[in-house]
């Protein structure tokens, strides 16, 4: 009869017994720790459970989405990323087959990143991020998440520039001339903006950086559109649907958009960098995900997102509220995002501006 010996081992198994002829005779054939196979044999097991792990990862992207995905909006509804979103998700339905439902509760830039952050990282819940989310990264010093680390980048959608506007009685009527009134004027012309830390309220920081212009902001819990008409306020870098219409009325006075290129919803209008060169503030809109969403589900939503932004009527739709179609692969658009949460951070500390 052989005789057995017991081994102990720190596995789940607790011992084993093996035959006295057939004790291990060197590290490599010692049983594993973890589950008391030979480490060669639990390679073959890893390998194996990687293909299956790829296999199945393959198999969810092809079939999604099998259910309705949400794509959350920090901003509140009928505002630019609320529309942006709507046009996106109706075409999105329509082409998947499955629903996708705009969630635009309203809870603000800041706890809809973490609601997606915080998410199952299986494609069914993504986020509308906006510039906010990049100016935000240096804003608040006590977010409960890092926006790039903490997100997965699947597809930039638009750029929307921001129009600068002065009432209609301002004596200045292109930037130039702006810039000399308000050097001989220093102190003395005020800037409105939707709030501290604002997007409307950096691209004003930009151009008073750049130019060395002193401005006094002022900033709106509401809009501010009822001060300016009347001039009580002199100037505002303005979202063009807000003040398209009083522009093209002629109540207001466009004197340039802060995009690199001019706008279509106003093409008579003139960029700020034609004499400010390197000056550039467009609000930004792109779809990101949970970090770790399997990178076949990411690259199918990109493609599905590609395809709509070349679509006529999505870039008739975008043209309508001064946006432009703009797409990125999810590697560029990670880069992207990293490179204008850098550029407004530098803004932000230089104009020292803290909100909490």
């Known amino acids: ?38 480490r060669r044999k639990l390679l073959h097991l890893a390998a194996s459970v990687a293909v299956l792990s790829a296999s199945s990862r393959i198999s969810l992207a092809l079939d999604y989405p099998t259910r309705p995905v949400r794509l959350i909006v920090g901003i509140f509804p009928g505002g630019l990323s609320d529309i942006l979103a709507r046009l996106l998700t109706s075409w999105l339905s329509e082409r998947f087959g499955q629903k996708f439902i705009v969630d635009d509760t309203g809870a603000g830039t800041n706890l809809a990143a ?20 990049a100016i935000n990264a240096t804003l ?25 506007v002065v009432d209609a009685s301002f004596p200045a009527r292109t930037v ?3 810039v000399f009134f308000a050097k001989a004027n220093p102190g003395k012309i ?13 691209a004003a920081e930009l151009f008073m950086t750049m130019t060395g212009v002193q401005l006094i902001t002022v900033h709106y819990r509401s809009s501010y559109v009822p001060d300016i008409l009347p001039g009580q306020v002199q100037l505002v870098f303005s979202p063009i649907p807000t003040t398209i219409q009083q522009i093209r009325a002629g109540k207001l006075r466009a004197l340039a958009v802060t995009s690199t290129t001019r706008s279509q919803a106003l093409p008579d209008v003139p960029t700020i960098a034609e004499f400010l060169p390197g000056y550039e503030a467009s609000v930004w809109n792109g779809v990101v995900a949970p970090k770790n969403t399997p990178g076949e589900i990411i690259d199918k939503l990109y493609k599905k997102i590609d395809t709509a932004l ?24 990670g880069k992207f995002i990293a490179e204008d949460t850098e550029k407004w951070r530098k803004v932000i500390e230089a104009a020292r501006i803290r909100v909490d």
Not at 14 to 22: A, E, V
Not at 190 to 201: D, Q, Y
Not at 310 to 333: L, N, Q
Request: net charge neutral; aromatic share 8%.
């Open 140 to 164: 608040y010093s006590n977010l409960k998440f890092n926006f790039i680390a903490d997100t997965a980048p699947v597809a930039s959608i638009a750029r929307t520039p921001l129009v600068m």
């Open 190 to 202: 005020t800037v409105a903006t939707a709030g501290v830390g604002s997007f409307t309220h950096l």
């Open 114 to 133: 973490e609601a997606v952050v915080r998410a199952p990282p299986d494609g069914y819940t993504l986020l509308m991020a906006t510039s906010t989310d």
């Open 310 to 333: 070349a679509d006529p009527e999505i870039m008739a739709r975008f043209t309508e509220v001064g946006s432009v179609p703009k797409s990125m692969t999810p590697a560029d658009f």
């Open 176 to 178: 130039p001339d702006f």
């Open 1 to 38: 009869m052989t005789r057995l010996t017991r081994w102990r081992s720190n596995s789940i198994l607790g011992s084993m017994t093996l035959p006295r002829g057939s004790w291990p005779k060197s590290p490599n054939e010692l049983p594993s720790a973890r589950n008391g196979l030979p």
